[in-house]
């Protein structure tokens, strides 16, 4: 059951072709001749059997043809033919090489692979490769160099012009995979396959489209917890491309949620053709950046100003050596060097000079990363520096990267720094792209560690309160809520907002205004006007009852002559926030097709969509992600002392972007919503207006179905107690387990680590790791067992520490009804009846999810398991792969 799924279409043992009459070229197109041809000359080891649907014979005829993999590179009208008899003769996989089928067609031999329980990639794609296997199964040309690289792509063209390009400039691969449209396989498969293919080593993904947000993002975590994953993607969406009702839905466009939802993956995502692999390049190194302060080396002033002006527009940090280290490094450099920012090592430096720059920058915790520059002088041996940087290369402990510019000159020194695997490049503005990039992957593998559970820790809010609410406004058959019925909403969830009242004459709003108290704020209340300053529908410190009853008429009149067609529900009076010193924010919220809903924080007020200045986040969020979210705003700078006004209370919006992010979990009837402005001053934060957009929606609320992540499922968090008195916590796995579930297994007898990893390995690697730990809740679970216990420390007294005694798990199967299961428990807690628990819980947790079926392979000498599995009613039969195994299965 180790084997991947995919193994029989990406690393066949044997293959049948469909190609037209074996041997006749007439019979076949001029792509099913490339096909053919390459399968051929690619020295694929297996056997490969040629095919013809006109053959005649019966099933049992063709018993011989029998093969792991179908490639079919047929005329349109022949495909379902050969797709059928590929399905009869017991293919587990087929690949249809070829353009121009249609989505009716796509969707007949989708069914015939269905039914037949094939994988199918195709139509409409070029084919794969797997040069390692020597497997050129493709019309992409001449078989690809073996490397580490897996590349990607939703475009033939672009596919075959990378592995143009790689062959000339020596880029080899693991795999390249062309994907067409309307296939099964599609890019969350393929990736899927990649995050566990040992030859791997990191993914580079040119993407047109998703169909599936959630698989997609469920596969991309997962890949890129294991390896490196760059992304390229095209058909980039503006803002304001669609009707809106919402600020946030007028200026948050799709690209920037593609941006929102890599970053909180893990992958990195690149602007250009030439930057895909350059990136893969660096991330492929030893050593990943823990910042972003990179130390600019060079022997020129001019390129080194132009990477320090590259650094600035990436938002980087040029990095400075502190004052004892030029001190100490000043003696061994020329006397014409300065170490004042960049570190200009003058037109004299020779290869010393260049080690001892390096050098001194890798042992400074102030420096992430490295980038020398060297631009060639007359009498410069370039070479020799090369050199010295590649004898220095395996000390530094980070990133190093490099920029010799010229051509000639520098040849040389460019072979030497590519046999040592340091990253080269022509222009310092490439070079310095290389290492945000790198950067970028640093930080957002720490977004992809991040799983918060729908709720935080904060006062439960009133969801059942809040569904009412929306409820009854659709029940009106209304989209738009009120202001006041905003307001409620967000006080549902503990939001604070500013005391509204909506009156509907001048005299009620008098009377209001009198209750609320002077000075007081006037606004339009209309569903169909979204920009309430527009009309002139927003009045400020309005001073009393003869100003309030001026300006109702006065605004009444204005906004039905702007907008005559406009429902008026009347104008809205509410306290001013009492905060003369706040910055205004804006947070709004968007569903995006496909990703759903989204979250947006930037500056507010009436000119929001002018400055431009806002974040994107995928819910949900913890106070790390609404930390980072800020950050990434220029309106973040506003939060401490500004101006003489004192620092914001940041703790106050950011538990807001958290009750947002609770309302946006728990109501999938949430559209669009804009909170703008948000006042925040040193004494907290206010919702001065908000706008909320609501429809019906198939999504039931609780399941989580409408958001791209699901949250961590903090709702299956149990305490159990045990046979000696103590008790333990049953709760769902977390990516921060890794260092317990390490010395779970560490601590685990070498019988007991064999009956669990069929194997005698003493620790997990950091990849199994990665895929133990950080998971996607949809598709697998893992329940671990939380043991507290107290452990003397140097001060005479106890330390309160955890640790895993006990770890159950199940993985569903592709064809998603049945799951796969394993169980361990740490060996002096046996006995004890917490393995019985676990696999109890383990399948609550499967039956819930709606499997039917739950298996998993025991080895035959594991006594204790098979009585486990008796006891909770499993079937047990012996392997058909394997004597020594036992599979058991358990209906749900």
């Known amino acids: 059951m180790d ?71 047929l005329p349109s009208d022949q495909l379902l033919a050969a797709l059928e008899v590929a399905g009869r003769i017991q293919c587990k996989a087929a690949m249809i090489v070829g353009s121009g089928i249609d989505a009716a067609l796509s969707g007949e031999l989708q069914a015939i692979a269905r039914q037949h329980g094939m994988y199918l990639l195709g139509p409409n794609c070029m084919g794969f490769q797997r040069p390692k296997l020597k497997l050129n199964a493709s019309s992409l040309g001449r078989l690809a160099q073996p490397g580490a690289i897996a590349l990607v792509s939703q475009s033939g063209a672009l596919c075959a012009s990378t592995l143009d390009w790689a062959i000339k400039n020596g880029v080899g691969f693991s795999a390249v995979v062309s994907l067409g449209r309307n296939a099964v396989v599609d890019i969350a498969h393929v990736l899927d396959f990649l995050a566990e293919d040992r030859d791997t080593h ?52 799709s690209d920037e949620v593609f941006d929102a939802a890599l970053r909180r993956a893990g992958a990195v995502r690149v602007r250009a053709f030439v930057q895909l692999f350059s990136a893969a390049k660096c991330l492929s190194s030893r050593y990943l950046p823990v910042g972003k302060r990179l130390a600019i080396i060079s ?33 061994q450099l020329s006397p014409l060097a300065t170490l004042h920012d960049l570190i200009d090592l003058a037109e004299d430096a020779d290869a010393a000079h260049f080690r001892a720059a390096v050098g001194a920058c890798s042992k400074l915790g102030e420096v992430d990363g490295i980038l020398v520059i060297l631009s060639p002088k007359p009498g410069l041996d370039s070479s020799a520096i090369a050199q010295a940087l590649a004898d220095l290369q395996p000390s530094v402990g980070k990133p190093l990267i490099t920029c010799w510019m010229g051509e000639d000159e520098v040849s ?6 590519n046999a040592a695997a340091i990253p080269t490049f022509r222009t310092p503005e490439a070079a310095v792209d290389a290492f945000n990039n790198i950067a970028s992957f640093h930080q957002n593998q720490q977004m992809l560690h991040q799983v918060p559970p729908p709720l935080s820790q904060l006062a439960k809010p009133d969801i059942e309160g809040a569904r009412l609410l929306i409820e009854n406004v659709l029940a009106e058959r209304r989209k738009v809520l009120t202001e006041m019925e905003s307001k409620a909403l967000l006080s549902s969830f503990h939001i604070p907002v500013t005391k509204t009242i909506l009156a509907r004459s001048a005299n009620e709003a008098i009377l209001v205004a009198n209750q609320l108290g002077y000075p007081v704020a006037l606004k339009i209340d209309s569903p169909d006007i979204s920009h309430k300053s527009d009309v002139h529908g927003v009045v400020l410190n309005v001073p009393n009852a003869t100003a309030v009853r001026d300006t109702w008429q006065d605004m009444m009149a204005t906004v039905s002559r702007l907008r005559p067609d406009a429902q008026v529900n009347g104008v809205s009076v509410q306290n001013m926030s009492g905060k003369p010193e706040g910055r205004e924010f804006y947070i709004g919220v968007i569903t995006d097709e496909p990703f759903g809903p989204v979250i947006a924080f930037g500056a507010g007020g009436t000119m929001i969509e002018l400055i431009s200045d806002r974040a994107i986040e995928l819910p949900p969020l913890n106070q790390f992600l609404a930390h980072r979210l800020i950050d990434r705003v220029r309106a973040s700078e506003m939060l401490g002392p500004w101006r003489g006004a004192a620092a914001v209370n940041r703790d106050a919006l950011e538990q ?34 908000a706008r909320i957009v609501v429809e019906r929606t198939q999504a039931s609320p609780g399941n989580y179905q409408h958001l791209a992540i699901l949250p961590y499922p903090s709702d299956r968090e149990t305490e159990w107690p045990m046979r000696n008195g103590s008790r333990y916590i049953i709760r769902p796995v977390h990516p921060h387990d890794a260092e317990m579930l390490q010395s779970l297994v560490r601590g685990l007898s070498p019988e007991s680590r064999y009956f669990r990893y069929f194997s005698s390995m003493h620790e997990l690697s950091d990849r199994m790791l990665a895929r133990f730990t950080l998971i996607d809740y949809d598709r697998e679970m893992a329940l671990v067992a939380i043991y507290p216990e107290r452990k003397p420390n140097a001060e005479g007294g106890f330390d309160e520490t955890e640790r895993i005694i006990g ?86």
């Open 3 to 73: 084997k991947h799924y995919l193994s029989s279409l990406f690393s066949p043992h044997s293959i049948v072709v469909f190609a037209g009459e074996p041997g006749v070229a007439e019979s076949q197109s001029t792509t099913a001749q490339q096909v053919v041809k390459d399968l051929q000359e690619g020295g694929f080891a297996g056997p490969i059997t040629f095919l013809d649907i006109g053959m005649r014979g019966t099933l049992s005829d063709l018993a011989h043809s029998r093969a792991d993999l179908a490639v079919i590179a």
């Open 202 to 253: 990191s993914i580079v993904v040119y993407l047109e489209g998703i169909r599936d947000a959630r698989r997609f993002m469920s596969a991309l975590r997962a890949a890129a917890s294991a390896k490196p994953v760059i992304v390229l993607k095209s058909g980039r969406k503006p803002a304001g491309s669609k009707a809106a009702l919402t600020h946030s839905g007028a200026i948050v466009g």
């Open 299 to 331: 022997n020129g002033g001019g390129p080194g100003v132009l990477a320090a002006d590259w650094v600035n527009d990436r938002n980087l940090a040029l990095a400075t050596l502190p004052a004892n280290a030029v001190a100490a490094l000043a003696p």
């Open 412 to 417: 040389a020194g460019r072979h030497i720094l």
């Open 656 to 689: 807001i972007l958290l009750r947002v992010s609770e309302m946006v979990c728990a109501l999938p009837q949430l559209r669009e919503m804009d909170i703008n402005p948000v006042i925040a001053d040193a004494n907290g934060a206010l919702v001065v207006d």
């Open 807 to 892: 770890v159950s798990r199940y993985v569903t199967n592709p064809d998603k009804s049945t799951c796969e299961f394993a169980l361990v428990v740490a060996d002096e807690f046996s006995g004890q009846g917490i393995g019985s628990r676990m696999m109890l819980a383990i399948l609550d947790v499967a039956r819930s999810k709606g499997l039917a079926t739950m298996e998993g392979l025991v080895l035959t000498k594991n006594v204790n398991m098979l009585k486990l599995m008796r006891a909770l009613d499993f079937q047990i039969k012996p392997s058909e792969d394997d004597p020594d195994v036992k599979l058991c299965t358990k209906a749900l």
